[in-house]
């Protein structure tokens, strides 16, 4: 005997819609059999009663194990309806011609419509003349905001962007996606929108206090460097006197370097580091950079080299200072962490079938854990060894040079042995065309 629960289930399947035809079949099977009873023809009519009795039993499995299946997707359907209607974040779905077909309470929320001004119209460009549609207008076109930041490759799905909406105040980053049947065809598209507003109030907020507190410090430290600097070389003053002053000196240059890198962080996160790109020759700006770097050389015992790699004169279209601090900070790292007398190379070499040059930056030192290799472009992330090598230090060099690198259209990585050397790798491209025409924002 079936169990109570099983028994319960296979009565409300058979109740179900797609049981009709089944009953159907049932009814006039029966129909024939009764009629058989009271007519001639007894033979040749339990014959098709047979047939159709067949029959019913086929059209009943079949029915039923349809009704199973549409009850399983329905039920699924509605958990998805459920999970979707309670997301914090808006969903909307459209069809290729910008139907709407999903907007749950969220995007109610986020942008002051209900569901049933929204569902089933048509959302074209020419509606963000409406006020009240103005906002769901340019989240759906991107093209028509006031501020967008793109945050994925183009031609990639999802697409990922920033809005910032001046009136009213919002922020929000929205990811678009493509609904694609089995067979590969375009049904149309979905949007998950975050509302970031609250959160970038937040990190601005943090941003501003880091900022105000960076530039405060860094007058009187600019001050108290250049004085202990001249105490330091003062010859009036005694070796021991001298020696404090040098010291002092090289903490407050310390100092100023992490105060001037919390400066930059904050600027280019906030997309506001303010890129200026000229057009100068690659070979001198590095022969400079290496010419200034020469001076930390002596004092640790290093050798520097540059290999140009058949380049006599390489034109880039780069911001000097800018690409200086990113130069400067891998140059700094192969210093501070290298084996005595040990040495480090910039080298250039051309990407194959590439508009760009790959620039090396090599060095004879401690490595990289292979464990803390994925994290070492983090922020504020400095690798165990390191740490251990020179105990001061921000971790936000290698964050810096990062994005200075990928605002300048190229890519940064690294390669490294722990116990006998890295090597920095970044490229630039040597078209103009493919540098990043406005500022990226990290918040």
Same mark, same amino acid.
């Given at each position: 005997?079936?169990?109570p629960k099983?028994?319960?289930?296979i009565? #409300?399947k058979?109740?179900?819609p ?10 006039v099977?029966?129909s024939v059999?009764?009629i058989?009873?009271f007519t001639?023809g007894?033979?040749?009519t ?8 067949v029959?019913?039993l086929?059209?009943s499995y ?9 009850l399983d =997707?329905?039920i699924? #359907? /509605? ?8 997301l914090?974040d !808006? ?6 011609n910008?139907?709407i077909l ?6 109610e929320?986020i942008f002051?419509?209900t569901k ?6 048509i959302?074209g460009?020419e ?6 549609l103005?906002l769901l207008?340019q989240?759906?076109?991107p093209?028509l905001a006031p501020?967008?930041v793109?945050q ?8 990922i962007?920033d809005? $910032?909406?001046?009136n009213p105040?919002k %922020? ?7 609904i ?6 375009l049904?149309g598209f979905?949007k998950?929108v975050?509302?970031r507003?609250?959160?970038i109030?937040?990190?601005k907020?943090k941003?501003?206090?880091?900022s105000? !507190? @960076?530039?405060q ?5 600019? @001050?108290?460097?250049?004085t202990?600097? /001249?105490l330091?070389?003062n010859?009036?003053?005694?070796? @021991?006197d001298?020696t404090?002053a040098? +010291?002092?000196?090289? !903490? ?5 370097k $992490?105060? +001037?890198d919390?400066l930059?962080?904050?600027e280019i996160?906030? /997309?506001r580091?303010g890129y200026?790109?000229k057009t100068?020759?690659f070979?001198?700006f590095?022969e400079?950079?290496?010419a200034?770097?020469q001076?930390?050389a002596k004092?640790y015992?290093?050798?520097?080299y540059?290999d140009? /790699?058949? #380049?006599e004169k ?8 800018k ?8 140059l ?10 040990g040495s480090?190379?910039?080298a250039l070499?051309p990407v ?9 930056? =090599? ?8 464990? %803390?290799i994925? +994290?070492i472009?983090?922020k ?8 251990k090598?020179?105990a001061?230090g921000s971790?936000?060099?290698?964050y810096?040079t990062?994005?200075?690198?990928e605002?300048?259209?190229g890519s940064?990585w690294v390669?490294?042995t722990l116990?006998r050397g890295?090597t920095?790798?970044f490229?630039l ?7 990043? =025409?406005a500022?990226?924002?990290?918040i």
């Amino acid at each position: 005997m079936l169990p109570p629960k099983d028994l319960k289930s296979i009565i #409300y399947k058979a109740k179900l819609p797609e049981m009709v035809v089944a009953w159907m079949f049932w009814c006039v099977a029966l129909s024939v059999a009764l009629i058989a009873l009271f007519t001639d023809g007894v033979v040749e009519t339990s014959g098709i009663s047979l047939i159709m009795f067949v029959f019913g039993l086929f059209f009943s499995y079949k029915s039923y194990k349809l009704a199973t299946k549409n009850l399983d =997707k329905n039920i699924s #359907y /509605g958990r998805l309806e459920s999970i979707v209607t309670n997301l914090e974040d !808006a969903v909307i779905a459209y069809d290729n011609n910008f139907k709407i077909l999903l907007f749950n309470s969220s995007a109610e929320r986020i942008f002051k419509l209900t569901k049933p001004q929204v569902v089933g119209q048509i959302i074209g460009p020419e509606r963000a003349s409406e006020p009240t549609l103005r906002l769901l207008t340019q989240t759906l076109f991107p093209s028509l905001a006031p501020a967008v930041v793109t945050q994925s490759e183009p031609d990639q799905f999802p697409q990922i962007v920033d809005i $910032t909406f001046t009136n009213p105040q919002k %922020e929000i980053r929205v990811s678009t996606d493509r609904i694609i049947d089995k067979d590969g065809v375009l049904l149309g598209f979905v949007k998950v929108v975050k509302d970031r507003t609250r959160e970038i109030q937040l990190i601005k907020s943090k941003s501003d206090f880091i900022s105000v !507190a @960076a530039h405060q410090l860094r007058t009187p430290l600019t @001050a108290i460097n250049w004085t202990l600097e /001249g105490l330091s070389r003062n010859e009036k003053l005694n070796e @021991a006197d001298r020696t404090l002053a040098q +010291n002092g000196f090289t !903490a407050a240059t310390n100092l100023l370097k $992490t105060v +001037n890198d919390l400066l930059n962080t904050t600027e280019i996160e906030e /997309g506001r580091f303010g890129y200026e790109h000229k057009t100068m020759d690659f070979i001198k700006f590095i022969e400079e950079i290496l010419a200034n770097a020469q001076v930390v050389a002596k004092k640790y015992g290093l050798k520097l080299y540059f290999d140009k /790699g058949g #380049y006599e004169k390489l034109e880039v279209n780069i911001d000097a200072s800018k690409l200086g601090i990113a130069l400067s900070n891998l140059l700094d790292n192969g210093m501070k962490y290298n084996s005595k007398e040990g040495s480090v190379t910039v080298a250039l070499r051309p990407v194959k079938d590439k508009p760009y040059v790959q620039v090396s930056v =090599k060095d004879t030192g401690v490595g990289i854990s292979p464990s %803390e290799i994925e +994290n070492i472009f983090g922020k504020f992330f400095r690798a165990s060894n390191a740490r251990k090598i020179k105990a001061d230090g921000s971790g936000l060099g290698l964050y810096i040079t990062k994005n200075i690198i990928e605002q300048h259209g190229g890519s940064i990585w690294v390669e490294s042995t722990l116990g006998r050397g890295t090597t920095f790798y970044f490229t630039l491209p040597t078209d103009p065309n493919l540098i990043p =025409k406005a500022e990226m924002r990290f918040i």
